[in-house]
């Protein structure tokens, strides 16, 4: 890490003094967090279409957002299920577009200075301007002709989800969250003692097929584990987000402050392999 990147960390953020933190930032690899698309303000890894070791080819079904995670399949998870529940030769199914598609992440709202999310990322609207489209007066005009209709005007953004790990926008003025952690969260607080200040620093992120998030964690963490992915991948070792992401949530949900403090016994599979290794790199990173 340049001195220039390392300043612009938040100052009340970067722990005081912490040499070992300083040594980690140093000796990130900067083209390697570019390859990420790392932000030091958005936290969150987005893994690359093109790689040598840990690229994630788009699905080639045509109208598929995901991407391939697993190099020896031709298509996404979704799309090889769909496959192989459909009596098409591979090269036929690989010409059927995908009619529904459930989508990741989150999408603006396509009216012209709305701020909001849209409700589903195969729609295109916000909930209001869903409403909106949907109402008595308007319902009849296509999309095109709504969009041009001069009742139609953008709305202010909610602010973000307030999860600490989430990256996405808030969906409502009355709860501070996104559609997918409004909906973890009318499931979560049926538990007794429920505690939400808790749930929001500690449950996960959404899940993406590209991204994962290394928000809500404190900054020697962040930086032990872009490092100990660095070294894996420099070493050959490809890694999925599908196998890192439960790793990272799981070390937020116990607010885990530095890797030396992982000893779960019951970490298994490739949860502890990733931790493991994670760990050796991270370990290794002061020579
Ligand atoms: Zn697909
Ligand atoms: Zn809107
Ligand atoms: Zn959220």
């Known amino acids: 890490m340049t001195a220039a990147r390392a300043a612009a960390l938040p100052g009340s953020e970067a ?4 040499e070992r933190l300083g040594e980690i930032l140093r000796a990130l690899d900067e083209d390697f967090l570019a390859v990420l698309g790392w932000d030091w303000e958005r936290r969150v890894i987005t893994w690359p279409r093109q790689h ?24 996404c998870g979704g799309c090889m299920e ?8 591979l ?13 990741t992440g ?9 701020g909001r999310p849209r409700v589903t990322v195969a729609g295109r609207l916000c909930l209001a301007h869903h409403v909106q489209h949907t109402s008595a007066g308007l319902r009849v005009l296509s ?8 009742g ?29 952690h409004l909906n973890r969260l009318y499931r979560a607080r049926t538990a007794p003692g429920f505690d939400e200040a808790h749930w929001r620093r500690t449950d996960k992120a959404i899940c993406t097929t590209r991204e994962v998030s290394l928000r809500g964690m404190p900054e020697r963490l962040v930086a032990e584990l872009l490092y100990g992915l660095w070294v894996r991948t420099r070493e050959g070792f490809k890694s999925r987000p599908e196998c890192l992401r439960p790793v990272y949530d799981r070390l937020r949900a116990r607010q885990v402050q530095q890797l030396e403090e992982v000893t779960d016994p019951a970490a298994h599979g490739h949860g502890r392999e990733q ?3 994670i760990r050796a790199g991270s370990e290794r990173c002061a020579c």
């Open 106 to 114: 989150q999408g603006p709202c396509v009216v012209a200075g709305c």
């Open 275 to 277: 931790v493991t290794m």
């Open 82 to 89: 769909r496959w192989r529940g459909s009596s098409l030769p």
């Open 52 to 75: 040598p070791v840990i690229g994630l080819p788009d699905c080639p079904v045509p109208g598929c957002p995901l991407a391939i995670t697993v190099s020896t399949r031709p298509m």
């Open 143 to 150: 999309l095109e002709e709504f969009l041009a209709h001069p």
């Open 152 to 180: 139609v005007v953008g709305h202010a953004e909610f602010g973000p989800c307030e999860v600490a790990a989430c990256y996405l926008k808030a969906v409502s003025g009355q709860v501070p969250y996104c559609e997918a």
């Open 91 to 103: 090269e036929e199914f690989l010409l059927v577009p995908k009619q529904t598609s459930r989508g």
């Open 15 to 18: 722990p005081a003094g912490d």
